[in-house]
Nanobody
């Protein structure tokens, strides 16, 4: 059973920064083989893809976060990071990481990010 554990969320003022982490359990196998995506879900809204990173390190971003968020990975630590800068109130959401292994999609429990003054 693959486990993903997100951490790093919290309360931050507009314009502030946070770094989220997504750590995968060793049961994932060879971590560097897999792409990892970050999603978020705000209250009463659908879950949306924020950005992702492929096994080769190619990144893709949603327009809403381009230029403010940066995704990276440390394969030695089985961890993907999401550096979030210039945070806005509309970034408030629960952030989840996701990995697709074959036809099975694994999700973490999520970490709450609240941007408010």
């Amino acid at each position: 059973q693959v486990q993903l554990v997100e951490s790093g969320g919290g309360l931050v003022q507009p314009g502030g920064s946070l770094r989220l982490s997504c750590a995968a359990s060793p049961s994932i196998g060879i971590f560097r083989f897999y792409g990892i995506d970050w999603y978020r879900q705000a209250p009463e809204k659908q879950r949306e893809l924020v950005e992702g990173i492929t096994s080769g390190g190619t990144t893709s971003y949603a327009d809403a976060v381009k230029g403010r968020f940066t995704i990276s990975r440390d394969n030695a630590k089985n961890t993907v990071y999401l550096q979030m800068n210039s945070l806005k109130p509309e970034d408030t959401a629960v952030y989840y990481c996701n990995v697709l292994l074959g036809s099975i999609s694994y999700w973490g429990q999520g970490t709450q990010v609240t941007v408010s003054s």
